[in-house]
């Protein structure tokens, strides 16, 4: 199995409130990837980053930022929480470029609740 | 607009009772087709990447498919382990850009 640890795993929080989700990988992959999940609908790309500090937005990016100081970790941040961020979210790994065929891989996820 | 479709959506099975999953896509400048299983509370587990119209890939019961428009996942003698929800994924033109298919939740009973 691929390296990759999410923390944490599960979170209630209230709204307004910030929260921040982490991705650590152990591959030295060069793209890390946040997807959330909903039912009905598939993975849908928050942000991605192709390199320490080199970061892009994904189609579902209002409301979420990210950061990556380290090759190995990946953070996905909710300045202020909504109820409509309520989701399942996953960080994904993949290596070498954007135009390779290599496929992602994935972490098992952070469920994410908001009252 | 680009899309990904997943039918059906939901799969009862016996045990033993081969089937098949789709895939079609609405993509131009294919780069990879890839299937993911998932079980639950887990991550997509990466199974296949297909290219090109024409390319079959195997792994124990499943036998995945490649045409110009779509892809199937076919499930030989399916056994209770096999149930989870199956993703497609297609990549293209562009770079980086994959789309998620909703997914095939597949159930099979012993």
């Known amino acids: 199995d691929a390296g990759i640890t999410q923390s944490p795993r599960h979170k209630v929080t209230e709204t307004g409130t910030p929260v921040t989700l982490r991705c650590h990988q152990t591959e030295n992959h060069r793209y890390m990837y946040w997807y959330r999940q909903d039912p009905g609908h598939g993975l849908r790309l928050i942000h991605y980053s192709y390199g320490v500090k080199d970061t892009d937005k994904g189609e579902v990016s209002d409301g979420y930022s990210v950061s990556r100081s380290k090759t190995e970790d990946f953070l996905l941040t909710l300045e202020s929480a909504t109820s409509s961020q309520t989701s399942v979210y996953f960080c994904?790994?993949?290596?070498?470029?954007?135009?390779?065929?290599?496929?992602?891989?994935f972490g098992d996820g952070t469920r994410l609740s908001i009252l | 607009e680009d899309q990904v479709t997943q039918s059906p959506e939901a799969l009862r099975l016996q045990e033993g009772e081969s089937s098949s999953l789709n895939c079609s896509y609405t993509v131009s400048g294919l780069r990879g087709l890839f299937w993911y299983r998932q079980d639950p509370g887990k991550g997509p587990e990466f199974l296949f990447t297909?290219?090109?119209a024409g390319e079959e890939k195997e792994k124990e019961r499943l036998k995945a498919t490649l045409t110009k428009k779509e892809s199937f996942l076919h499930i030989t003698a399916p056994k209770p382990e096999d149930s989870a929800t199956y993703l497609c994924?297609?990549?293209?033109?562009?770079?980086?850009?994959?789309?998620f298919g909703a997914g095939t939740r597949l159930f099979v009973k012993a």
């Open positions: 994924a297609v990549r293209y033109a562009g770079g980086f850009k994959t789309i």
């Open positions: 297909l290219y090109s």
């Open positions: 994904a790994i993949s290596p070498e470029s954007s135009n390779s065929n290599q496929p992602q891989h």
